[in-house]
């Protein structure tokens, strides 16, 4: 027990020895300022930071071609439509993938609170690292910041969706997952700009096909017992026929409008095209410790000369 309090006091000695002389040479502020936080940054890039994995995917959003351009083929990628229109179907899709639908979507196949909360992913990174605040709001919050990455280019209109997690196979599965939602959506949004176009036109059928009957049976009623001056018969019916080839004009041109509509909504739809699918990576991309390192050193030099620079300005205004 003697020997063993005796080695203690002579590390003990030997530190504080050592840390004097490094101090009496360098200065606290050094120490402070470059040597300490250096120090952590080699302890926690170097020793605890926890390995990322990133999962990469890309797509484009493409809409169906004109058909009366043979030369093209059925269809274009999305840098035919006009900027503004692909970048707002780009941005709906990007809105999705980052919102609380498309958390629920993910969920449904990995349990994201089990994924991202045990206690061999470090502290930093940890999702509700103190298991205080586990609700989904507070997941969303975390996977936007952490773990999604979603980038629209304003040129090629290329998505670049990126997934860091700590294991390669949950970075891809939550890639692919967040991709099967954000189809349904292209999905939901050609559904509601086929109905909107298609109800209109059926209205005009309906509009279109009550008007011809109106006239028939007003045509039916005339024919089965004619009554009064044989004339004023004949004007009559003359007159009902004119708007029965009318009404039949409208119903035919109704008709066609909804022929239309169904072509142009096939034309008007949108489809998402993945040209890169969700890789499995193979080794961590993050994080870049000697790179965090260095920089950690290199800006903690630059932190204690701008400090001494403003000390000697001091000592010399007071001088």
């Given amino acids: 027990m003697a020997n063993m309090q005796l080695i203690l006091s002579k590390t003990k000695d030997k530190v504080v020895s050592t840390y004097k002389k490094v101090e009496e040479k360098l200065g606290l502020l050094f120490i ?25 995917s890309q797509f484009v ?40 639908d498309g958390l629920k979507e993910v969920n449904k196949d990995i349990d994201l609170v089990k994924l991202f909360t045990p206690h061999d992913i470090d ?15 507070r997941l969303l919050v975390y996977l936007n910041s952490k773990v999604i990455t979603v980038n629209v280019d304003p040129i090629s209109f290329v998505t670049t969706l990126e997934i860091r997690s700590f294991t390669p196979e949950s970075a891809q599965k939550i890639n692919a997952a967040l991709l099967r939602g954000s189809e349904r959506v292209v999905n939901e949004i050609n559904n509601r700009t086929r109905n ?10 309906n509009e279109a096909k009550q008007n011809l009957e109106k006239v028939n049976n007003e045509v039916t009623q005339l024919t089965k017992g004619p009554k009064g001056n044989p004339s004023e018969f004949v004007a009559k019916f003359q007159m009902l026929s004119l708007e029965r080839d009318a009404a039949e004009r409208r119903m035919g041109v109704a008709l066609d409008a909804l022929k239309q509509a169904g072509i142009d909504a096939q034309h008007q739809s949108i489809y998402l095209e993945k040209t890169v699918k969700p890789n499995l ?5 993050e994080p ?29 205004h007071h001088d």
């Fill in 32 to 56: 402070v300022v470059v040597i300490i936080p250096t120090l952590c940054s080699i302890i926690y890039f170097g020793l605890w930071a926890s390995d990322v994995y990133i999962s990469e």
């Fill in 196 to 205: 909107d176009l298609i109800a209109f036109s059926e209205k005009g059928v």
């Fill in 281 to 285: 990576p193979s080794y961590a991309m």
């Fill in 61 to 100: 959003i493409r809409t169906a071609q004109n058909p009366n351009n043979p030369a093209v083929g059925d269809y274009t990628i999305a840098s035919s439509l006009t900027t503004s229109a692909v970048l707002q179907d780009s941005a709906a899709v990007s809105g999705y993938i980052t919102s609380m």
């Fill in 288 to 316: 870049t410790r000697i790179i965090n390192i260095l920089t950690t050193l290199v800006l903690g030099l630059m932190i204690y000369v701008i400090l001494k620079i403003i000390n000697a300005s001091i000592k010399e």
């Fill in 123 to 137: 502290i930093f990174n940890r999702f509700a690292s103190f298991r205080w605040n586990e609700s989904l709001e």
